[in-house]
């Protein structure tokens, strides 16, 4: 059964302090892993796609990188408007995007 | 500016009651889905839709209905039968069903609807 486990559920950083959200996934045949910012009451944002282990984008202070078992959202020096829900999600041989349950992020100046 | 409009943003509903949420949009898109979302749980599939006056189940359909009459347009219908319907709903789009490689997008999120059960 596909799946996705996000980590941790929450971090709490100081404005500048960099850091690492982790997604861990098992999906049979991985046509690609995605991932959303979701700000309070609104829909998901899409970030990123990675196809392959070894992939890796980046996007202003955001990058993200992918190995065969997870992927992680590296954010480099963050400001307060990064806070949001990270959402990470995978697309296998279902047809079916799988979510995780995201990562609540707040960044204080 | 294409994007996808749900509508309304908050809906009430009484029990007993079947109430519709609405989902369009103007990317040209063939592939819409609909989601629950709920506090501590990743996005559930409730519905999807390929092409027009087609749809599949996804993974939590008891209790919802859908239609696929026109490509821009796919509304949700939360029926009596749904028995815990308080959530917020998320409608999507994509190019297509199948995801062609090489291709750097990803679905298409609305802004939401949140229903509750009064």
């Known amino acids: 059964e596909d799946q996705v486990t996000q980590s941790p559920e929450a971090l709490r950083l100081q404005e500048g302090e960099s850091s690492s959200l982790n997604c861990s996934y098992t999906?049979?045949?991985?046509?690609?892993l995605f991932w959303y910012r979701q700000d309070p009451g609104k829909g998901p944002e899409f970030l990123f796609t990675?196809?392959?282990a070894g992939e890796e984008k980046e996007k202003e202070r955001l990058k993200a990188t992918l190995t065969k078992k997870e992927s992680f959202l590296h954010i480099t020096a963050p400001k307060p408007e990064d806070s949001a829900t990270y959402l990470c999600?995978?697309?296998?041989?279902?047809?079916?995007?799988?979510f995780g349950t995201g990562t609540r992020l707040q960044v204080f100046p | 500016d294409g994007g996808i409009t749900q509508s309304p943003k908050y809906l009430f509903r009484k029990e007993g009651q079947n109430v519709t949420l609405s989902c369009e949009q103007n990317l040209n898109h063939d592939a819409m889905y609909w989601y629950r979302q709920d506090p501590g749980q990743g996005l559930r599939l409730i519905y999807y839709?390929?092409?027009?006056?087609?749809?599949q189940k996804g993974d939590i359909a008891e209790g919802y209905s859908v239609s696929r009459e026109k490509k821009e347009s796919f509304p949700l219908t939360v029926t009596s039968a749904q028995k815990n319907p308080t959530a917020f709903y998320l409608c999507?789009?994509?190019?297509?069903?199948?995801?062609?490689?090489?291709?750097?997008?990803?679905?298409?999120f609305g802004s939401g609807t949140r229903l509750t059960v009064v």
């Open positions: 839709s390929q092409i027009v006056n087609d749809f």
């Open positions: 999600a995978v697309l296998g041989n279902t047809d079916k995007l799988i």
């Open positions: 999906v049979s045949g991985l046509r690609g």
């Open positions: 999507a789009s994509s190019i297509d069903l199948f995801w062609d490689r090489g291709r750097d997008y990803g679905y298409t």
């Open positions: 990675l196809y392959s």
